[in-house]
């Protein structure tokens, strides 16, 4: 009888520590190591191509892209999650560690912010009456590939602009070189400003670090805005192509005078 309740305590015991046992990773299973940055970079494509209204195929271009870039099929990377998933502490473990990265990058974000940018943003004074123009997507992944260099973006002025009107555009950049410390990453920031009076001004400037950046252009009391227009480009010597540039916060702020400001005019 006590033999029969130790077999009966021991055996959910010896199953338990047998389930605890690290399983070895078949040979044609993508290993974690690999497996960790693949499923980073698919994710992120995946989300990408949730912004793609219709056409398929596109979606699954980015897709196909990843798994070309790290070396994979996709029967290999299906096969693989199938092992994963059957095996969910490997599973756990890379996600933990990717969770992890995320984490870091968002910090390294926040941190390298500019603090000159900050102050700009600060100068705005938020009791005039401000709005945000940009109604496009409000993260965007640059690479040195065609028609994914560049963002291009137009906002229609309609009867809400006001004489005085200043604008400011915002956005967060962090840069990834792919792995290669000796890549060369360069943007460029612009934005253009034309007036009812057929005048024009223009702003913009070049830079290659992450952080904040900020391009703003000062109230006209003589000339209402016509037309804004604005753009991000972004160039690397990276023949890979895993060289990349992250743009998030997109803002496009119009802001009108305070009412004190215009009767000082």
């Not at 600060?122 to 590939?145: C, H, P, V, Y």
Request: hydrophobic content about 40%; glycine content about 4%.
């Amino acid at each position: 009888m006590c033999r029969r309740i130790i077999i009966k305590f021991l055996m959910p015991l010896a199953l338990f520590v047998l389930m605890g046992c690290e399983v070895k990773i078949p040979e044609e299973v993508i290993k974690p190591a690999q497996m960790e940055p693949l499923l980073y970079d698919y994710h992120l494509a995946q989300a990408m191509s949730r912004d793609i209204v219709g056409a398929d195929y596109k979606k699954k271009l980015y897709s196909k892209y990843v798994l070309k870039k790290h070396g994979y099929t996709i029967e290999q990377f299906d096969s693989s999650m199938v092992w994963y998933s059957r095996n969910p502490k490997h599973l756990y473990d890379i996600y933990t560690s990717l969770q992890k990265c995320l984490d870091a990058e968002v910090l390294d974000m926040d941190n390298t912010t500019s603090n000159v940018a900050e102050r700009e943003l600060r100068k705005i004074d938020m009791q005039s009456d401000t709005l945000n123009l940009w109604f496009g997507r409000k993260t965007e992944l640059l690479s040195a590939t065609a028609f994914k260099n560049r963002l291009l973006y137009t906002c229609d002025v309609d009867t809400t602009f006001e004489l005085g009107d200043s604008i400011a555009m915002s956005f967060n950049v962090k840069f990834a070189n792919g792995g290669n410390a000796s890549v060369s990453q360069l943007a460029h920031t612009a934005m253009v400003v034309e007036y009812d009076d057929s005048t024009s001004v223009a702003c913009g400037y070049s830079f290659a670090d992450s952080g904040n950046q900020i391009l703003t252009v000062n109230r006209n009391f003589n000339s209402k805005i016509k037309d804004i227009r604005s753009y991000i480009y972004y160039t690397d010597d990276d023949s890979l192509f895993d060289a990349r540039m992250l743009v998030s916060d997109i803002k496009l702020l119009r802001i009108h005078p305070l009412k004190g400001e215009l009767d000082e005019e």
